[in-house]
């Protein structure tokens, strides 16, 4: 089955500074990879999403970059802010509509 | 997107109890999803609700332990049976909302004693 992996596990920045998680997969079949961001006691909020047909996605201080071909795509936020401060899970499915298969999640701090 | 919620929230059993978790949905959607969150931990897939067919369990999760029920496409029920301390995780639904994203419910909270 798909195995994702996701590094760092913690990482802190300061405000305004840039933060970079990266994940692997290894399924090739994997087509749909989505970035769920998890504050404290809350549910998981999808914040942005890629499809294997695109490279880049930017959502305003948020893009996530894909390389098919090594297996691997990146969440990068940009001018960090405090309220960033929670565990992002990076994920990989065969397709949006099915299981999500998620990484170990990042634990971000952003200090003022 | 869609509108999800469990009940309930939280619960505290005891040991060789069994609790029922129940998601609804404001929409119709195919698909839904069980995960299971244990404490500081990622989520993981317990099995795809499917209405009108059986569950599909992963490894390591079986229908006698965590039996689904999907009696129509916006209904869902997990049944936690013969619970132990090691159960004590946080159970959220999700389910296939707008174009193609995932959305989670709220969770339930369960501690075993």
């Known amino acids: 089955g798909e195995n994702v992996e996701q590094h760092p596990s913690t990482l802190s920045v300061q405000e305004g500074d840039s933060a970079v998680i990266k994940c692997t997969y290894s399924?090739?079949?994997?087509?749909?990879f989505p970035w769920y961001k998890q504050e404290l006691g809350k549910r998981p909020q999808l914040i942005i999403d890629?499809?294997?047909?695109?490279g880049e996605k930017k959502d305003q201080r948020i893009a996530v970059t894909l390389n098919k071909t090594a297996k691997h795509f990146s969440l990068h936020i940009t001018e960090t802010q405090p309220e960033d401060s929670a565990v992002y899970f990076c994920?990989?499915?065969?397709?949006?509509?099915?299981?999500?298969?998620f990484g170990k999640g990042t634990s971000l701090l952003v200090t003022p | 997107s869609a509108v999800i919620s469990q009940k309930p929230s939280r619960d505290i059993c005891q040991r060789g109890t069994s609790l029922t978790i129940q998601c609804q949905v404001d929409?119709?959607?195919?698909?839904m999803f069980w995960y299971r969150q244990q404490p500081g931990q990622s989520l993981t897939l317990i099995a795809t609700?499917?209405?009108?067919?059986?569950?599909?369990?992963e490894s390591g999760f079986v229908i006698d332990k965590f039996p689904i029920s999907r009696p129509n496409l916006t209904f869902s029920t997990l049944t936690v049976s013969n619970m132990s301390p090691e159960d004590s995780s946080i159970y959220l639904c999700?389910?296939?909302?707008?174009?193609?994203?995932?959305?989670f419910g709220p969770g339930t909270r369960l501690t075993v004693l």
């Open positions: 994920a990989a499915s065969i397709n949006s509509g099915y299981a999500l298969n």
């Open positions: 929409s119709q959607v195919t698909m």
């Open positions: 999700s389910v296939q909302g707008g174009v193609d994203t995932q959305y």
């Open positions: 399924d090739s079949a994997s087509n749909y």
């Open positions: 609700a499917n209405q009108g067919s059986e569950a599909t369990y």
């Open positions: 890629i499809r294997s047909n695109v």
